[in-house]
């Protein structure tokens, strides 16, 4: 399974940006978003869980990102709004198998994408 995250760029205090992650190949429901900003550990940002209905958020990105998908397509999306410069850092898509997946926890999540910068300037 490889997954390929699309979508970041370079944009200033207040502007939105909308990632893209799509899957190519079996992937449980458990899908979701982490980032690293720079001199910092990965931290989770959203992700869906592996029961296919529940939705979590990091405390830091609540109200201003929302996840998303398009199952058919084993894609998901993350709509970033409001954006802080503290936002910046390497997005990086997460999936489990199974029903696994969902949480904050990095050990859930089988297969990682590379990465997609998002830079916030003020």
């Known amino acids: 399974v490889q997954l390929q995250a699309s979508g970041g760029g370079s944009v200033e205090v207040g502007d939105s940006l909308r990632l893209s992650c799509v899957a190519s190949?079996?992937?449980?429901?458990?899908m979701g978003w982490f980032r690293r900003a720079p001199g910092k550990e990965r931290e989770f940002v959203a992700a869906?869980?592996?029961?296919?209905?529940?939705?979590n958020y990091a405390e830091s990105v609540e109200g201003r990102f929302t996840i998303s998908r398009w199952i058919v397509k084993k894609t998901i999306y993350l709509q970033m709004n409001a954006l802080k410069p503290e936002d910046t850092g390497v997005y990086y898509c997460?999936?489990?198998?199974?029903?696994?997946?969902?949480?904050?926890?990095?050990?859930?999540?089988?297969?990682w994408g590379r990465g997609t910068l998002v830079t916030v300037s003020s």
């Open positions: 997460a999936a489990a198998t199974g029903r696994r997946g969902g949480g904050p926890d990095e050990d859930d999540y089988e297969y």
């Open positions: 869906f869980g592996g029961n296919g209905e529940r939705i």
């Open positions: 190949g079996e992937v449980g429901y458990g």
